[in-house]
């Protein structure tokens, strides 16, 4: 199993920069960030951009992977988000992973001054997205006339450095996000989303069974698709400390997870954690599960 963190974007550079650097360094598998405009407690505290941000981050570190945590359609639109995901990719050496999701009908939904759109919508939305993106990054120019997207001899030159093209994490828990997983990703995103850490632990299995079973139905090995489980949702304590991580890891990882990540922690939020212990948590604990 990999560990991965997600740094929030909540530092003015000059203080974050020294965290993408500690996260490199650390020896995390990847580095992502939430692709929101705002979310929830910190609608009114600091927040900056998904894209710049990573860009930046692609400048101080060498190794671990960068990416999104989740990017949808809400405020996103493909031909403009492709020409940043190839820009990404190159500006980080191939290191690049484009978490995909449909979104909710948080802050993101209506801030462009738009009505918030039905789940059915955001499915739909998230589909036409995802297939359209797949193919800015994949072709060398791209015509698309039906769908919630278009396109007109869109450009992506060079592409992608990565080949075929930049992963895809889809984050999807109902049965076209599961299609949408076994056709397009590289990787599956949940957060569990159990009340209980028991709750949630077996919600996870039965998710990664339904994964399974669409894949095998599309003609996929399941293997092939990664299980990333995204923390701070349920009622797990995996920050507590290396002992709790290991225990709440493995849990996971019997379930079928490859991929467990943990958000930096940020003081007096729901991701408050002791640094030091967090550290430890990578340096001690992480490696054991590889």
Known sequence: MRTSTCILPVWRWGE????????????????????????????????????????????????????????????????????????LDDLSGGRITVGLGAGTTGFDATVLGQEPWSARERADRLRDFTMLLDRLLTETAVTQTEGAYLAHEARNIPGPVQSPRVPFAIAATGPRGYRLAAQYG??????????????????????????????????????????????????DRPLAGVEQFLETAGAY???????????????DTQFAAEQDVFERIITEGAPQLL
């Not at 990882?253 to 003081?267: M, N």
């Open 16 to 87: 974050a920069s020294a965290i993408w650097r500690a996260a490199d360094e650390l020896g995390f598998h990847a580095a992502y960030t939430y692709d929101h405009l705002s979310w929830r407690s910190f609608r009114d505290s600091t927040w900056f951009g998904a894209v710049p941000t990573l860009a930046a981050a692609a400048a101080v570190t060498s190794r671990v992977r960068l990416g999104t945590l989740i990017t949808s359609p809400n405020y996103r639109e493909p031909v403009l988000f492709a020409k940043d995901v190839m820009t």
């Open 186 to 235: 590289q990787a599956w995103v949940t957060t569990g989303d159990g009340e209980s850490a028991a709750e949630s632990r077996a919600m996870v299995r039965e998710q990664i069974s339904r994964l399974e079973r669409v894949c095998e139905e599309a003609g996929r090995d399941p293997s092939s698709v990664e299980r990333v489980l995204l923390t701070g949702f349920t009622g």
């Open 253 to 267: 990882r019997e379930a079928g997870i490859t991929e467990i990540v943990l958000h930096w922690p940020i003081p």
